[in-house]
């Protein structure tokens, strides 16, 4: 009798992880399409445009590029960073480089300090995981370094500068590979990190996140944000950018797959999200399979306000990443698909 009720615990206990998992995931959601606003076109041309950033004063979009789903089959690929002006340019383009190297952009952060225009990005190629800061002048990057450590930054995903030589940068995984890696998306285990960077070396900023993704600041640099994709939280750090130690003021959960963070000229935060979890894992194995994608604003305060800007089934746009707004517009961009979609917003009442 003894080992017939252990036998039930334990079919019992993966029964509820399953079901747990599944349910967490979004699989038993259902997608009721919603926009607050209207489409106006959408860009061709950068493949996986996963992540994009903002330089306020022109009004450029950078836009980082990787076909990841050549990356996956071991094909070439010819990634890159493009720029968009939307007032000016009708598609976007590819911008030259001094970079020698294999450049597969992700996550990136852009800084315009003291006269000096940055942009940095986390760059994966055959060598290692590394940041990389490249000055823009006259439509080209220029690059300036590489930052890297081996051991500190197993995972990298998004970054956010700080200052021309401090950043922080999420590390998605605390596993490079294999099965600990898949393991910790399923089981939800919290063993990805931020790191920060003080200009001479990698520390932990703060660890115990579940897939720790986006990474951003907010206008007056006082408050830290970060999405953790399997955690389904956005996470308010204060920060002190001299040591890198951060306090958590707040936890905000969302209940969708988190992606990158934009904070727009207002200080609202913008989300882009993966509200079918599993979806997005077919999607990411098979082109032809589509996954929801989700934009969301937050605005901050005493009491953060959540506004779901953008629902759609994966038929518009699958896997949305990121979510910029530029004036009235935002832009949306995803993991894998050749496209950003541009969304004019409703009238503010």
């Known amino acids: 009798m003894k080992r017939m009720w252990a036998i039930y615990t334990a079919v019992g206990a993966v029964l509820y992880l399953i079901f747990s998992t599944l349910h967490t995931a979004g699989s038993f959601k259902s997608i009721h399409p919603t926009l607050d606003g209207s489409m106006l076109n959408s860009y061709a041309g950068p493949s996986g445009p996963e992540d994009m950033d903002l330089d306020d004063a022109t009004g450029t979009i950078f836009i ?20 968009l002006r939307p007032d000016s340019m009708a598609q976007p383009r590819k911008l030259a480089t001094t970079y020698k ?15 000096q225009q940055l942009l940095f990005v986390v760059n994966h190629n055959e060598t290692g995981n590394f940041v990389e800061v490249f000055r823009f002048l006259n439509d080209t990057l ?70 720790g993704n986006g990474v951003n600041v907010s206008n007056d640099r006082k408050l830290l944000y970060v999405t953790t994709t399997t955690g389904q939280n956005l996470l308010t750090f204060t920060m002190d950018t001299t040591s890198g130690a951060l306090e958590q003021v707040h936890k905000l959960p969302l209940k969708t797959g988190v992606d990158n963070i934009d904070v727009d000229a207002d200080g609202n935060i913008w989300i882009a999200a993966h509200p079918k979890l599993l ?3 077919g999607h990411a194995k098979d082109s032809i399979k589509i996954s929801p994608s989700q934009v969301l604003k937050i605005s901050p305060g005493d009491s953060y306000k959540v506004e779901e800007i953008w629902m759609d089934d994966g038929t518009t746009l699958s896997g949305s990443s990121i979510a910029l707004r530029y004036n009235n517009d935002v832009y949306v961009g995803g993991v894998f698909q050749h496209k950003v979609v541009r969304i004019r917003l409703n009238p503010q009442p």
């Open 279 to 281: 979806a997005f894992v």
């Open 142 to 211: 220029f690059h300036q370094r590489s930052i890297s450590d081996s051991d500190a930054m197993c995972c990298p995903n998004d970054v956010v500068a700080v200052s021309t030589d401090k950043f922080y940068v999420t590390n998605d995984h605390g596993t490079k590979k294999g099965f600990g890696r898949t393991l910790e998306d399923y089981l939800r285990l919290p063993f990805s990190s931020l790191l920060y960077y003080n200009g001479k070396t990698f520390s932990k900023a703060q660890g115990g996140l579940h897939y």
């Open 101 to 115: 190297g294999a450049f597969h952009p992700h996550g990136i952060s852009w800084l315009n300090h003291n006269n």
């Open 64 to 83: 980082s590029s990787s076909n990841r789903w050549k990356g996956l089959n071991g094909i070439p690929a010819h990634d890159g960073i493009y720029i």
